[in-house]
């Protein structure tokens, strides 16, 4: 079969010009386990696993136990192969072969000749096949071998073992090794686009870096730094234009003999600044960049997008420690987010526009910054991209996580090679908030009991240790400092363990007391750092993903497909402990997992709102975790078939602009208003009896401030409840607006869940499909944990919300299926269904 390719001009964001020929090698390509002689057609970028499941040789690796069946797949070689057509032109001076990604362990050859190998799943692998490419019909083979058998074997050419096994060898997504919260799937193959390149003798700008030098109102003075390749001697004259408007905005000319970087001079009046989500606008500006080779009277077009923004973190001693915050544009900003992991086991099959859609989720509920964990992937530019333009700051991790990893040379080499593409690759996202060298790695040392688990002897300890400062104290942040200057460089996050006073006290903090240790929820109130930077609880998916991962209609806690997709060893017995302190154990099992979120609902709250109470010694939080990467019991706010879990909207709500928290404190309950911004704010408090009659209200007017978090009403509890019935009693709090609008209820009971006097409600609901909402009425009894139920494709803007006895909600809802459809499908779920009666 021929295989065709058309040479084409590519234009990316940022790395190349129109002086390099791009053409794309993602066709026609075929695979087969090395040694047999059975050929099946690939898709290309793609995986070993995927390939086989659209082959129809294995069953789909997230359905049911499947995942224990396929482990052989990455024990074998497999060899993957096409042909494509080229054209010689004597004006073709390189011709280079470029794999922007190869899952991990390749060899690969042109025309059966080996032109290079691969062991590393995160860098770009580009060789120059300029004498081995041929006139007309050309071959490209490659054969991975297993990444877990190469690991195993690095593992004993050392005279002690790392904490990590295998996969610490292995320049791959952690991971894809299995995680507590997800699947064992080692896989292979060619994970990104193939193409060729192919350079004239133009001079060739590999990269750029833009910087702010200056940002007022009025202007903003910035320059482009250029990384200029050349061939011989030139001239060249670089211009740097507003595309919107065509506004020149900066020139430079420059006489180039070799090498080098060269600088264009760039100001901006009246500069739209950047801005994080719930801070401003995320403002971008287009740049078009013409480079003129003035010799030639040639000219190349490239376009770039950035932000106009400063950002730093601040670190200074206090009476109580040292701060850790962000300053936007001289703003001091609480970080609100999550941790992001990737979307899915199988990389290449993410689509663009799920990017998109988990930074939009984000956004939506309130979050100004994402942190990349370290046991994933770099994510794809499309995530960064989104984060521009939602206004989402991205905190950085370098791929590192939980475990020591070696410090021989080409480890070392090889890690700066992929940190040195990575840091150019990112740098210019106005998102970019923090590089962070690695994950709970410094903690791991210190606080897990490795050494004495693993019997180090002081040599070992010494050795293994001077690695780790190797790596992270010096190779990583001099990459940051060589090329994202003057970026922010963190070694290890979290800086403490969370069983150390000093964690609380300064730096970042990862605080799993609740959870690992089993503390109650109310040690959130009391266990508060400088910035949260994890935390967390798990919840159950919804009922439709366990519809999708097994044909057993009863399937209950026992079922193996539930078990095998709980990844914690103790993961339910831990949900259990903590469900049954506040809640009734409910024996249906769709009842049990709409609890076990209620549970995880109810952590994430109490969790958000101390650190915001705690503003500005607190100034940031970042629970774990956003999203899943498949089907499963886990910490994520949203499942894998993106259906948000009751402690999503819990999130949503908790970091909205002005909230209230209340709590009890020694004799008194005390009401909180935390607010991000100055407003003119009312506040009205109310206590009732839960079959809604009013014992009393108050309404007071609030001025609030930036990062405002203060007592505005308290009362000692022998006043508040005087001989009242706690088990009968709410306390509900609403701030509104200037306009009169709700913008935050709070509801407060004095009892947990299980010991409320609940009475069974009267809900009903009307539908408007035209403006696609919901009212939703109730009758003369409280109903706690309303939730909405559809079909999957069906979302809303409120869920799992408390409506009090004789009052309704409007709720709003977006679908991609015929809204009829809601009709024959739509549900209301409260807690009280969930009681046996």
Same mark, same amino acid.
């Given at each position: 079969m021929r295989h065709i390719l058309i040479l084409l001009c590519y234009l990316p964001t940022i790395s190349a010009f129109c002086q390099v020929e791009k053409v794309s090698i993602d066709q026609q390509w075929k695979f087969r386990q090395t040694g047999k002689q059975e050929w099946l057609p690939a898709t290309v970028p793609g995986t070993v696993h995927t390939d086989l499941l659209a082959n129809k040789k294995i069953e789909d690796p997230f359905f049911g136990t499947n995942e224990m069946a396929l482990q052989w797949i990455d024990t074998l070689s497999w060899e993957y192969q096409t042909a494509f057509i080229y054209t010689f032109n004597k004006k073709h001076k390189k011709v280079y072969l470029n794999f922007e990604g190869l899952d991990t362990y390749a060899t690969i050859y042109l025309n059966d000749s080996p032109i290079g190998n691969t062991d590393n799943m995160f860098r770009t692998w580009k060789f120059d096949v300029t004498k081995n490419?041929?006139?007309?019909?050309?071959? /490209?083979? /490659?054969?991975? #071998?297993?990444?877990?058998?190469?690991?195993?074997?690095?593992?004993?050419?050392? !005279?002690?073992?790392?904490?990590?096994?295998?996969?610490?060898?292995?320049?791959?997504?952690?991971?894809?090794?299995?995680?507590?919260? $997800?699947?064992?799937?080692?896989?292979?193959?060619?994970?990104?686009?193939?193409?060729?390149?192919?350079?004239?003798?133009?001079?060739?700008?590999?990269?750029? @870096?833009?910087?702010?030098?200056?940002?007022?109102?009025?202007?903003?003075?910035?320059?482009?730094?250029?990384?200029?390749?050349? +061939?011989?001697?030139?001239?060249?004259?670089?211009?740097?234009?507003?595309? %919107? =408007? !065509?506004?020149?905005?900066?020139? +430079?000319?420059?006489?180039?003999?070799?090498?080098?970087?060269?600088?264009?001079?760039? /100001? &901006?009046? *009246?500069?739209?600044?950047?801005?994080? *989500?719930?801070?401003?606008?995320? !403002?971008?500006?287009?740049?078009? /960049? %013409?480079?003129?080779?003035?010799?030639?009277?040639?000219?190349?077009?490239?376009e770039m997008r950035v932000g106009l923004r400063t950002i730093t973190l601040v670190q200074e001693r206090d009476s109580l420690g040292k701060s850790f915050y962000f300053k936007l544009n001289g703003k001091p900003i609480f970080s609100k987010g999550a941790n992001y992991i990737p979307p899915d086991n199988f990389l290449p099959r993410i689509k663009k526009g799920k990017y998109k859609e988990i930074v939009e989720r984000a956004k939506a509920a309130n979050m100004n910054m994402l942190r990349v964990w370290g046991g994933g992937v770099y994510a794809d530019d499309a995530f960064y991209e989104a984060c521009d333009e939602a206004g989402i700051l991205v905190w950085q991790d370098f791929m590192f996580a939980c475990a020591m990893y070696p410090g021989d040379d080409h480890f070392i080499d090889n890690v700066r090679q992929e940190a040195t593409e990575q840091v150019i690759r990112l740098r210019n996202h106005a998102s970019l908030a923090l590089w962070c060298g690695n994950n709970e790695i410094s903690e791991g040392w210190y606080n897990w009991g490795w050494q004495k688990q693993l019997g180090?002897?002081?040599?070992?300890?010494?050795?293994?240790? =001077?690695?780790?400062?190797?790596?992270?104290?010096? %190779?990583?942040?001099?990459? %940051? *400092?060589?090329?994202?200057?003057?970026?922010?460089?963190?070694?290890? +996050?979290?800086?403490?363990?969370?069983?150390?006073?000093?964690?609380?006290?300064?730096?970042?903090?990862?605080?799993?007391?609740?959870?690992?240790?089993?503390?109650?929820?109310?040690?959130?109130?009391?266990?508060?750092?400088?910035?949260?930077?994890?935390?967390?609880?798990?919840?159950?998916? +919804?009922?439709?993903?366990?519809?999708?991962?097994?044909?057993?209609? =009863? &399937? *209950?806690? @026992?079922?193996?497909?539930?078990?095998?997709? #709980?990844?914690?060893?103790? $993961?339910?017995?831990?949900?259990?402990?903590?469900?049954?302190?506040?809640?009734?154990?409910?024996?249906?099992?769709?009842?049990? $997992?709409?609890?076990?979120?209620?549970?995880?609902?109810?952590?994430?709250?109490?969790?958000?709102?101390?650190?915001?109470?705690?503003?500005?010694?607190?100034?940031?939080?970042?629970?774990? #975790?956003? !999203?899943?990467?498949?089907?499963v019991t886990s910490w994520s706010s949203i499942d894998h078939l993106n259906i948000p879990k009751a402690s999503h909207y819990a999130i949503t709500r908790a970091f909205s602009s002005n909230i209230t928290s209340i709590l009890k404190e020694e004799h008194y309950y005390k009401v909180y208003l935390i607010t991000d911004h100055s407003e003119a704010l009312s506040l009205t408090i109310s206590l009732l009896k839960l079959n809604g009659e009013k014992i009393w209200e108050e309404t007071s007017k609030i001025k609030s401030e930036p990062l405002f978090a203060k007592v505005v009403y308290q009362k000692d509890s022998v006043s508040l409840l005087q001989n009242y019935n706690l088990s009968d009693l709410v306390l509900i709090a609403n701030v509104s607006d200037a306009k009169g609008n709700i913008v935050d209820t709070n509801h407060f009971y004095f009892v947990e869940p299980k010991d409320l006097e609940l009475k069974k409600p009267q809900l009903t609901w009307s539908l408007n499909l035209k403006k696609k909402t919901i009212i939703i009425k109730n009758g003369d009894a409280l109903a706690k944990n309303v939730q909405i139920m559809a079909n999957p494709l069906v979302e809303f803007s409120k869920n799992y919300f408390d409506l009090g006895a004789g009052k309704s909600i409007r709720v709003n809802f977006t679908t991609s299926s015929p809204v009829q459809e809601i009709k024959k499908h739509l549900q209301l779920k409260s807690l009280y269904d969930t009681y046996e009666h």
């Open positions: 490419i041929k006139a007309g019909k050309n071959t /490209i083979r /490659i054969i991975f #071998q297993p990444a877990s058998s190469i690991g195993k074997a690095e593992v004993k050419k050392l !005279n002690y073992t790392l904490p990590g096994d295998e996969k610490v060898f292995t320049r791959k997504a952690a991971y894809h090794y299995g995680w507590d919260w $997800g699947p064992r799937f080692v896989t292979c193959g060619i994970w990104k686009p193939v193409s060729l390149e192919i350079e004239s003798d133009h001079p060739i700008i590999d990269h750029h @870096q833009f910087l702010i030098q200056e940002l007022t109102e009025k202007e903003a003075k910035a320059f482009l730094k250029s990384a200029v390749r050349i +061939s011989e001697p030139s001239t060249i004259k670089i211009s740097v234009f507003d595309k %919107v =408007n !065509n506004t020149l905005l900066g020139i +430079s000319t420059h006489a180039v003999s070799k090498d080098s970087i060269v600088q264009t001079n760039i /100001i &901006i009046s *009246n500069p739209k600044l950047w801005w994080c *989500n719930g801070y401003g606008e995320p !403002n971008l500006y287009t740049l078009k /960049i %013409v480079i003129e080779n003035l010799p030639t009277k040639t000219r190349q077009d490239q180090y002897s002081k040599n070992d300890s010494s050795k293994i240790w =001077n690695d780790y400062l190797k790596l992270f104290e010096k %190779v990583l942040p001099e990459v %940051v *400092n060589q090329y994202d200057q003057p970026a922010v460089y963190w070694p290890s +996050s979290p800086k403490y363990g969370w069983g150390r006073k000093q964690s609380l006290l300064e730096g970042d903090i990862h605080y799993w007391g609740v959870w690992w240790g089993m503390q109650p929820f109310s040690v959130y109130d009391e266990k508060i750092g400088r910035f949260m930077s994890e935390y967390g609880f798990q919840g159950m998916p +919804s009922q439709e993903v366990y519809t999708n991962i097994t044909n057993e209609k =009863n &399937i *209950n806690l @026992q079922s193996p497909v539930v078990k095998h997709h #709980q990844k914690h060893p103790t $993961g339910f017995e831990t949900i259990d402990h903590y469900l049954r302190e506040s809640y009734k154990a409910p024996e249906e099992f769709t009842d049990y $997992g709409y609890v076990s979120q209620l549970v995880q609902a109810d952590g994430m709250k109490i969790a958000i709102e101390a650190h915001r109470r705690n503003q500005p010694y607190c100034m940031g939080s970042l629970y774990w #975790q956003l !999203n899943d990467c498949w089907p």
